[in-house]
């Protein structure tokens, strides 16, 4: 089983919907982080959340939200999905210290029509 | 300007050769700095950790010049199962970590 798990994989959503990506992780870190990666541009911090009481926006949040509902769990929302939203999505979860790894989920995949 | 700028490639070489890559980044009060790699449409993974006295890993040495504030990756005798992103990621304040975009590798026959 992975360290970090995303749910779902893939998703096909319509423009104003709701919806959410779960992630949750069996490394025992307090610190977990919502990426998106779109072409061209790498990798972009949307949310980070260094323990269950605390969360921070990061470069992109506009239009997302998220919950930190353990430890372990670390969900993204996006409450209404609109199509520049299409990307794919990253959880990742990281010990606390600076020359410390992130793990990263195995992505999920969001298409907006 | 971008915290973390990458050259985004892609390189083609033939199996064999030398490969370098260099990333520069902004904020000289970055802590850290680390070299990931990202195969197509997967999670990025560490590929090494680089310190400030550069270090080595059988065929990959990464380099770190502050004063520059630029980070280096030499990949020798490249494998064909070396063709992937490589991601230069700088860890700053507030822990968070920044990505460069990728420079794309692609090793050939």
């Known amino acids: 089983d992975a360290d970090v798990t995303q749910t779902p994989r893939n998703r096909i959503t319509k423009t104003g919907k709701r919806i959410m990506l779960e992630c949750s992780q069996t490394k025992g870190h307090d610190r977990m982080y919502w990426y998106r990666q779109d072409p061209g541009l790498g990798l972009r911090l949307i949310y980070y959340?260094?323990?269950?009481?605390?969360?921070n926006k990061g470069e992109i949040s506009d239009g997302y939200s998220v919950s930190r509902q353990a430890q372990a769990k670390f969900s993204l929302s996006l409450e209404s999905a609109i199509p520049n939203q299409t990307a794919l999505y990253f959880c990742?979860?990281?010990?606390?210290?600076?020359?410390?790894?992130?793990?990263f989920g195995q992505g999920t995949r969001l298409t907006v029509v | 300007r971008k915290e973390v700028e990458q050259d985004p490639g892609p390189f083609n070489v033939p199996e064999g050769a030398t490969v370098a890559f260099n990333c520069t980044y902004s904020?000289?009060?970055?802590?850290?700095f680390f070299w990931y790699r990202q195969d197509c449409r997967k999670e990025p993974k560490l590929l090494m950790s680089v310190y400030s006295s550069g270090n080595e890993d059988g065929r990959f040495t990464a380099q770190l010049n502050r004063a520059s504030q630029y980070i280096s990756l030499l990949i020798r005798d490249s494998k064909l199962s070396d063709s992937a992103t490589y991601l230069c990621?700088?860890?700053?304040?507030?822990?968070?970590?920044?990505f460069g975009t990728g420079t794309q590798l692609k090793v050939e026959l």
């Open positions: 990742a979860t990281s010990a606390g210290g600076v020359n410390t790894e992130a793990f």
């Open positions: 904020n000289s009060a970055s802590q850290s």
């Open positions: 959340s260094f323990d269950v009481k605390d969360i």
């Open positions: 990621v700088v860890r700053g304040g507030g822990n968070k970590l920044t």
